[in-house]
Every structure is written in C-alpha cells, then in structure tokens.
DNA sequence: TTGCCGATTACCT
DNA sequence: GGTAATCGGCAAC
C-alpha cells in the first residue's frame, strides 16, 4: 500500500511538481469505500503570473480560480468547454497561483466502475486526457479546492518505479507566443494510456 | 447585455 | 480531415 504524499512536495518549482507527479496514484474513495486508482502518466506545468497560457496570468483573480491561491497540494478542478472537467494540483504557497494539469492516467483500481462512467471499450480510452480521466473517476466541480490528503480524493506514492520521461510543449495552447513552445508537458514514454494524436 | 472563445471530446465525412 | 456540444469569463457594445 502507497503512502499519501506529503504537502511539502506540492512547494516546490511547479515544473518539478510536474515531472514528480508522473508515476504516483491518483485516488478516488467513493462513499461505499471503494478506490478508483491510475497511475499518473501525463502532466503539464502552469505557471502563473508569468504564464500567457494559465488561469491566473498576471495575477488575475475570478471566483473560478480562486483555488489556485490556496496553498500546494489542493485541487483545483474547472470546466472547459461548457462540458468536461480539468483537474489540477495546487502547487507552490498560498497565493502563488501555479498548478499542474493531471492529463491522463492507466487506470489500476475500480476499472470495470471507470468503464461504467464512460461509453467505451478499451481500457486505453478510459483517462487518456484532461477531461476523460475526470469522468472516469467522477471528478466534478465539487471537488474543486479539497486538500488531496484524504478521502474522497488524494495522491499516493507510486510504487517507486521509475520512468523514461519525455518533455514537450503543452496541449491546446496556441497563439501565446513563447510561452506556447515552453517545454511544461511531461508523460511516460511509450504509454499507451496517454493523450492521443 | 451580446458575442466570442477556451488547458476537450466524440462523432461526422 | 472537420465540427458540434454547451457553459463561464471577459471584452465590446
């Protein structure tokens, strides 16, 4: 059984958060008790007030992202699109609004409940993107702003496994000058659970 | 108040 | 390859 990571480690450099993530376990208890689980195979850095392509450039503040002033390690979950959710870790003090984006996830625990939640056949489809691996797991906007140490969402220590890492640009973003080619996205090399082309 | 667009996805040709 | 779905933020009217 993994530990739960401890606050201190969502402090840190936002992009090191990110790199860090990869390979630990996102957990959802549901109110039976049961644990959805996947290993966290993607992630993208957002590093804001200096960031073009994040919520709170320049320090922008709405009642939408107001979790991301609260300090690492809380969640900040929102919708995009009028229709999926995004779910992020808080990342670095209170008021340094920075964040990582989970992007995708290999589902480990709870699948056959993850296959309910979502209309498809393979388990590759199931967390392979921002919006997919929330409706996989029920994340919603209800569970914006929770500290992720306890149930009904948290993130464990991974089995200590290491991985070839592969950096990139982000996803999605274009049109935001150099910041659209810094090098914030992170996923496990050769996955087949990550975001598809 | 209106209109456009987004850290997306599924379904269409 | 293209585009509809559908809501909140925000700039423009």
Known sequence: MSKIVNSSFYLGETKTVARELIGKILVRILPNGSRLTGRIVETEAYLGAKDPACHSFGLRKTKRIESMYLKGGHSYVYLIYGMYY??????????????????????????????????????????????????????????????????????????????????????????????SSWKLRFHVKDSTFVTKK
């Open 86 to 179: 995004c779910f992020n870790v808080v990342t670095r003090e209170k008021n340094e609004p920075e964040a990582v984006l989970i992007r995708a996830l290999e589902p480990l625990e709870g699948v056959n409940i993850m296959f309910r939640n979502r209309k498809v056949t393979r388990e590759q489809d199931l967390c392979s993107g921002p919006g997919k691996l929330c409706q996989a797991m029920g994340i919603d906007r209800s569970f914006d702003g929770l500290l992720l140490k306890s149930s009904p969402l948290l993130i464990e220590g991974g089995d200590g496994s290491k991985f070839d890492l592969i950096s990139s640009p982000r996803i999605g973003i274009p049109g935001k000058g150099v910041a």
